[in-house]
């Protein structure tokens, strides 16, 4: 199992930007992909983004293409979420994830940490 922290959330007005982090600890070999998604009270948990650590291929979800940018940091076993020209529909709580392979479920989960967007 490993181990997902993250970090970063906060207040953003709308057209800013924010960073979130999340730190994989333990059984880090079960973190070939990582990603986010985010949910608000009453609706599902949504796909936000995802790295590769391999290649750094990424994956998003439509909503955010373009103005949020997934990253990582391998030797720190940490990837980011650059969240550029934010929208109010962004506020959520986030949450990291990781999982081995690209086919399989996303079965480490971290703690979330809320995003809230002023207009």
């Known amino acids: 199992q490993v181990h997902l922290v993250e970090s970063g959330g906060g207040s953003a007005q709308a057209g800013g930007s924010l960073r979130i982090s999340c730190e994989a600890s333990g059984r880090t070999s079960s973190s070939n992909i990582m990603g986010w998604f985010r949910q608000t009270p009453g609706k599902e948990r949504e796909f936000v983004a995802a790295?590769?650590?391999?290649?750094?291929?990424?994956y998003y979800g439509d909503s955010v293409k373009g103005r949020f940018t997934i990253s990582r940091d391998n030797a720190k076993n940490t990837v980011y979420l650059q969240m550029n020209r934010m929208k109010p529909e962004d506020a959520a709580v986030y949450y990291c994830a990781a999982k081995e392979t690209v086919r399989g479920n996303f079965g480490s989960w971290g703690q979330g940490t809320q995003v809230t967007v002023s207009s």
């Open positions: 790295i590769r650590r391999s290649d750094n291929e990424t």
